[in-house]
């Protein structure tokens, strides 16, 4: 190829390029900051460590559940919901500007060609064509270029950190919300039973009456009662509306464009082993995106300490013109040139000086984040394991006062048919009845809350790494 000989003295650049490529890094070695790691749980009395192999980790955990429908919903969110789209987009801007950092550190490289035909009226017309190869570079001799790739990879991993933290937060809101809408349901439920038992009452308390036994006072206690409960279901019936409807916008559906039938609950909770809190730092997205922009503040201290330094740059370029189109592939005719050229603050009162302080200042405050993020989550977990304990407990003897309820309101029925007892002890015990089977629904429900609250506690799995 005749175009070789144009390329040679940009060849002759390679050992000046790969000399400057050597250039020294003025910033600090990053260390990773030291968080308190305490040797177990406060509240992890009778928990068991995690195994490798026992769960998952920052996959499908909502499959520990056990429903089906809530299994297709969540695996909808990653796909529709307009958050998590968001920051997959960022994700994404983030992964471009480390390109575009990189790219830096590399020569760039420009070809311009040009023609035009002058000429007087008595001499006639004249062509010229003109090749230009040139190239340009900033040598990064103090590690700034590389400072700004370190600084944009950290951020970029920071945001894939957030972009997790967007999916397991819409996940863990959509688990709780679906949740909601089944307690609802089997609110609903509850309330549907005891208004028929309202309404049988309702019509022996009239017989009563219309026997002369009872008093129109019991008559009215009775409407009462079940009109309140009537009132209750409405109630119900409103808040699912409003769950039902934030489910489809973490879908990304308009609500009018989705329905949730009705179905069983199940009240089923997993048993969810706790893994060592070092292993915390792993699974927690917003931890891992902390420390990332730890790493991120710590190359920003490089970059204001070259600032220190002179900027050299490099320039070539070779080209050839000539009257026709076949002279600017002639080496004979062939011009080169080469430059360097160097620029060095020399006063600048103070304003360097001052760059590097704050870039420290702003490492030191994203350390100071960072710790305190890892203190947060170690309280959330402690949070979440103390409720997790405590409801259990509640459970338990929620049930046992549900099942005594129900007792004493079926003997007070029963005397009251009897005329043992007044009506007014009939309202009582079956408010209490209804009161103590609503509250054993509502335990149920808390500790699958609560189940979901300390699997994003321990950033969506707990899986030992």
Not at 77 to 104: D, G, K, L, P
Not at 295 to 316: D, H, M, T
């Amino acid at each position: 190829m005749r175009a070789i000989p144009l390329l040679r003295p940009l060849l002759h650049l390679l050992p000046l390029a790969a000399f400057l490529l050597g250039g020294c890094a003025v910033g600090p070695a990053y260390v990773k900051p030291t968080t308190p790691e305490p040797l177990a749980f406060k509240e992890a009395q009778g928990w068991s460590p995690a195994a490798p192999a026992d769960a998952l980790d920052r996959g499908p955990w909502w499959m520990l559940f056990n429903d089906p429908v809530l299994n297709e919903l969540a695996a909808q969110v990653e796909v529709s919901n307009q958050n998590v789209a968001a920051a997959v987009a960022s994700y994404a801007q983030a992964r471009s500007q480390v390109a575009q950092q990189r790219a830096a550190l590399f020569p760039s490289v420009s070809l311009s060609t040009s023609g035009e035909r002058s000429g007087t009226r008595n001499a006639g017309a004249d062509n010229n064509y003109r090749l230009n190869i040139g190239t340009s570079w900033e040598p990064d001799l103090w590690g700034r270029l590389r400072a700004s790739v370190g600084a944009a990879s950290a951020n970029a991993q920071a945001s894939a950190a957030d972009l997790a933290s967007a999916r397991l937060s819409a996940q863990g809101e959509l688990a709780a919300n679906y949740f909601v809408v089944r307690q609802t349901d089997a609110q609903a439920a509850l309330l549907a039973t005891t208004i028929e038992g309202y309404q049988r009452v309702l019509q022996i308390t009239r017989n009563r009456f219309d026997a002369g036994i009872a008093t129109k006072s019991d008559v009215l206690q009775a409407q009462t009662q079940l009109s309140n409960a009537r009132i209750d279901a409405l109630s119900l019936a409103r808040q699912r509306a409003q769950f039902e409807h934030a489910i489809a916008v973490l879908l990304g559906k308009a609500p009018a464009d989705f329905s949730l039938a009705s179905a069983p609950w199940q009240a089923f909770v997993p048993e969810i082993p706790v893994g060592v809190p070092s292993a915390l730092l792993q699974r927690r997205p917003d931890i891992a995106a902390a420390e990332r922009r730890v790493a991120s503040a710590n190359e920003q201290i490089g970059i204001a300490r070259s600032a220190y330094y002179p900027n050299i740059g490099l320039s070539a370029s070779v080209g050839n013109s000539g009257s026709r189109v076949s002279d600017l592939f002639s080496a004979s005719s062939a011009l080169w040139s080469f430059g360097l050229n160097a620029a060095q603050t020399l006063f600048n009162a103070g304003a360097t000086r001052a760059s590097v302080a704050g870039a420290e200042a702003s490492q030191q405050a994203a350390v100071a984040r960072y710790r305190q993020t890892v203190l947060d989550a170690f309280g959330d977990v402690e949070n979440q394991l103390s409720a997790t304990r405590v409801l259990a407990q509640q459970l338990v003897l929620r049930r046992e006062a549900s099942d005594s309820a129900d007792q004493v309101e079926a003997q007070i029925l029963n005397r009251y048919k009897a005329g043992q007892v007044s009506y007014s002890e009939v309202v009582q015990a079956q408010a209490s009845a209804l009161s103590a089977r609503r509250a054993l629904v509502q335990a149920q429900g808390d500790r699958q809350s609560t189940a979901i609250s300390l699997i994003q506690a321990l950033g969506g799995g707990w899986q030992a790494q």
